[in-house]
Antibody
């Protein structure tokens, strides 16, 4: 069974840092692009960042560019999101998601989603 | 950035009835388009990709159509478990953008 287990959420001060992790199982992790999507309380979905299967191609939404860093460890089947200089509007549930189809690093949809990690930025 | 506009914002439907949800893109996204369902407190679930292909395990009562800028999700006969929020999404250009959602509620 394909599973994504996100962790690392919590309460952080304005300007602080947090690192989210997403442990993957049940599929050939390095063959698939991965993404982070967030949802602010009571709001819609925002695709924050994505990374190719090899880790060589990374994309960021303008709202997080220069502050967030996506990475992956294919030997550990784990996806990461390092979040620095956090702002109040970064408060959200962060979902990790698997891209599909295999080997596609640009035109891909998100076929499996993790449960989400809650990040709260307080002043 | 491509803007995705969903309508209506809320759709009130009786169980067993048909529901039709619409999504418009501000520019062509070809068929690089998906629909997701989200229930309260849960992660989104992929329903449709490639504008019209049902994802694994999705019942046949869900169907998608359209290409370019106009897309439709049809639920042929609403079941109790279908009452949820539905999001459209384009993945033709980065950043992939989502619509604001359509809430399907019980009439």
């Amino acid at each position: 069974e394909v599973q994504l287990l996100g962790s690392g959420g919590g309460l952080v001060q304005l300007g602080g840092s947090l690192r989210l992790s997403c442990a993957a199982s049940g599929f050939s992790f390095s063959s698939y692009a991965m993404s982070w999507v967030r949802q602010a309380p009571g709001k819609g979905l925002e695709w924050v960042s994505r990374i190719s299967g090899s880790g060589g191609a990374k994309y960021y939404a303008d709202s997080v560019k220069g502050r967030f860093t996506i990475s992956r460890d294919n030997s550990e089947n784990t996806l990461y999101l390092q979040m620095d200089s956090l702002r109040a509007d970064d408060t959200a549930v962060y979902f990790c998601a698997k891209g599909s189809p295999a080997g596609e690093d640009y035109y891909y949809y998100l076929d499996v989603w993790g449960k989400g990690a809650t990040v709260t930025v307080s002043s | 950035e491509i803007v995705m506009t969903q309508s209506p914002a809320t759709l009130s439907v009786s169980p067993g009835e048909r529901a039709t949800l619409s999504c418009r893109a501000s520019q062509s996204v070809s068929s690089n388009f998906a629909w997701y369902q989200q229930k309260p407190g849960q992660a989104p679930r992929l329903l449709i990709y490639g504008a019209s292909t049902r994802a694994t395990g999705i019942p046949a009562r869900f169907s998608g159509s359209g290409s370019g800028t106009e897309f439709t999700l049809t639920i042929s006969s609403l079941q109790s478990e279908d009452f949820a929020v539905y999001y459209c999404q384009q993945y033709n250009n980065w950043p992939g953008t989502f619509g604001g959602g359509t809430k399907v509620e019980i009439k």
